[in-house]
């Protein structure tokens, strides 16, 4: 590595005071040595040399004095429409040359010739030809060896003898600056980043632990199927709701069926968790609501218009099912006994299900048992929604647009229930 400091010091005191255009020149020859890595200093200085010749001591890539004129390479093309007259800081002629030392800098220089005067692409074509012999056939490593130096002879690189001696003492100057630019070279080393103590890593939050028996049902994707509340915090919830302009899903909670839990409870608490960001239980959507009254109230009435218009489609559904299944029987269709079919498979399966996995449990493996509680959790829907068809049919179920929390109350009893109790006996064993 060369410091560039000490380089010109020297370079000045040798050759006089120098440009900014010269000073650039003389780094991009640099730069290239560096980018190089080499490490013979005399190839450096005499190609520095030679460049500081060539250039008319300018030290900018030129193109040649009357730009080939009465010489052959001074003709244009008649292909490509340019002359391959001398450019850059060693006077690169001939098409030829051009084609081979533009292939080996990945620079197109038959298309464009001019790029030659790039200093950068002058740089790399002065070090491919001068290092490998491209110009004459003879290169710096037959004239710098380990036994000897000549300083005059190396002109054969270029063109000949021409001003051999003159240029040998050049290139002995750069020589003298080179050497004691490369011993002044201090590598910067960058100040060490300060050690700031490392910040107390905080812990993982725990997982939560996953339940077990008919809430793995629960946890493995039914979440909004079958949902188990605190009377408590439901009640506190609905309290809270209402205020805030959300009677209908307030009064749900609130009421029987909140007491009990069940589907319609879990759809609840699941919408409202989900709008606001939280955990779908009553003691967090609750404080999320807290945190920011203002905030949460469009989120909750958002969420209790989606409900009302949720129950209201779920009656008018069920009520279309048994005008269905009304036509069907007076018509004397086989097709009437549909419903009654799928209630009846569906109440033994959920039964018979129930039954099996709380008290006389199977032997099975993790990943069978997982599913059968999965199948549980899907039948204990169904059942809710047979027990909604057949005690819904009741004539006093026809008034339930005004009275859909006490109805919908009076269908999820049993069956939240029979959940509440069949969990308490699953969380015992």
């Known amino acids: 590595m060369i410091d560039r400091q000490t380089f010109f010091t020297r370079t000045r005191a040798s050759f006089g005071a120098l440009k900014q255009s010269q000073v650039d020149g003389f780094t991009a020859i640099l730069d290239e040595w560096e980018r190089r890595k080499l490490s013979d200093l005399r190839w450096l200085a005499y190609m520095l040399a030679t460049a500081w010749h060539e250039t008319a001591e300018t030290m900018q890539p030129i193109r040649e004095y009357g730009k080939g004129a009465g010489r052959p390479y001074g003709i244009p093309d008649p292909s490509t429409g340019h002359a391959y007259y001398g450019r850059g800081y060693v006077q690169l002629t001939w098409k030829a040359n051009y084609a081979s030392l533009g292939k080996r800098i990945g620079v197109d220089l038959v298309r464009k010739p001019d790029l030659a005067l790039d200093p950068h692409n002058a740089a790399a074509i002065l070090f491919e030809g001068m290092i490998d012999g491209l110009f004459t056939g003879k290169s710096l490593g037959s004239y710098f060896t380990d036994d000897e130096s000549d300083w005059r002879d190396a002109r054969r690189i270029i063109n000949g003898m021409d001003r051999a001696d003159k240029i040998a003492d ?11 630019a490369s011993k002044a070279y201090k590598p910067v080393i960058p100040p060490a980043a300060p050690i700031t103590p490392a910040a107390p890593a905080t812990p993982p939050a725990p997982a939560p632990a996953k339940p077990k028996g008919l809430l793995g049902a629960v946890h493995v994707g039914i979440r909004k199927e079958v949902t188990l509340m605190n009377p408590d915090a439901l ?15 307030g009064g749900l909670l609130g009421g029987p069926l909140g007491a009990a839990g069940g589907k319609l409870a879990g759809d609840i608490i699941g919408s409202l968790a989900d709008a606001l960001g939280t955990d779908a239980t009553p003691e967090a959507v609750q404080s999320k609501i807290e945190a920011d009254t203002a905030a949460a109230a469009p989120i909750v009435a958002g969420v209790e218009a989606n409900q009302v218009e949720e129950l209201r489609l779920r009656l008018a559904d069920v009520q279309d099912a048994r005008a269905t ?18 209630s009846v498979i569906v109440v033994f399966g959920f039964v018979g299900s129930l039954y099996i996995m709380l008290v006389r449990p199977p032997s099975l493996d993790s990943a069978t048992r997982d599913l059968a509680l999965m199948l549980l959790g899907v039948l204990t829907s169904k059942f809710g929604t047979v027990v909604d068809f057949w005690l819904g049919s009741s004539a006093g179920s026809r008034s339930k647009d005004s009275k859909i929390g006490d109805v919908l109350a009076r269908v999820a009893q049993p069956v939240a229930n029979a959940v509440t109790s069949a969990v308490k006996s699953a969380t015992k064993k």
Not at 170 to 180: G, L
Not at 235 to 249: C, F, H, N, Q, R
């Open 325 to 342: 299944m009304a036509k069907l029987s007076d018509s004397g269709s086989p097709l009437a006994w549909g419903a009654a079919t799928v």
């Open 170 to 180: 050049e290139a002995k100057a750069f020589y003298r600056a080179s050497v004691e």
């Open 235 to 249: 009640k506190s919830l609905a309290g809270t709701l209402i205020k805030i302009g959300a009677p209908t899903i």
